[in-house]
């Protein structure tokens, strides 16, 4: 949102939640941000029919799955993950190992595997995603005001 007002937050807590709902809400909360990044391009005319995911994360088949799921689209693990990786490939056509970037990619990158959408998870995530966007919006004045506040000190 490129505001520095605002805050994270956890919000809807109740007694029987555990650290390991607070873990995915944090997952889940960063998956809606992705959500609107991609909702902005396709607002923009572009078009993403799949992604891949690459760096630390990307071990993990639970956030792939979030994130598959969130996004209504493949999201595509390769072999190997780690972003330095594409920075090694740019030197490599800088310096002449791979004659184009289209080779580099041809000889270094292999997929691992794919985590499709989950049909009753995307419904889901939909209708969170509402609630997520209305609860940005109600605090994102509440943050406003605080830091206007947190400023007059």
Known sequence: YQDEALRGSFTGIRSFHTKAHFNRAVLEGIA???????????????????ASIIGGGAKGALWRQIVADMLDIPLQKMQRDDSSLG???????????????EDSVKRCVRPDCINTPNPENVRKYEEGFVWYRKIHDVLAEVYHERSQKMAGR
């Open 87 to 101: 920075s090694a490939m740019l030197a490599g056509v800088a310096c002449g190992v791979f004659p184009d970037y």
């Open 32 to 50: 809606y941000s992705l959500k609107d990044c991609l909702n902005t391009f396709r607002k923009d005319g572009v078009s993403i029919q799949k």
